[in-house]
């Protein structure tokens, strides 16, 4: 009976310490699996903030870029229109000095013409 009485009791332990181990093992696991999701959790959140600057730096580049170019065009245009209005005030200043000509030839006729009549033989 004392044998039978041992061998229960030593199944008993090996059965209860099998499953304390076994329980110690799932602990683990929760532990280490709470772990990898822990970094892999980390490591996402970094590729996403890397991710998010490196959007934020192209957009910051293609703004820059975008505002260079405006900045040239208004430059070019600006140009342009200088040429154009020192083209059309020359352009005035010919046509004044050519009105001016003319009337300076006009009222010399106008005063030879006055000359030739008031000169003559009377």
Known sequence: MRFILVSAV??????????LVMADELTNLGSDLKQDMGSMASEAKGDMASDHEQ??????????????????????????????????????????STAKAKNGKAQRKAKEAVESTTSGPY
Not at 10 to 19: E, N, R
Not at 61 to 89: G, P, V
């Open 55 to 96: 959007m934020k730096e192209n957009f910051k580049a293609k703004k820059d870029q975008m505002k260079d170019e405006m900045k040239a065009k208004r430059a070019k245009m600006k140009s342009e229109m200088k040429a154009k209005r020192d083209a059309l005030k020359a352009e005035r200043q010919e046509m004044k």
């Open 10 to 19: 030593a199944s008993a332990l090996v059965i209860g310490g099998g499953s």
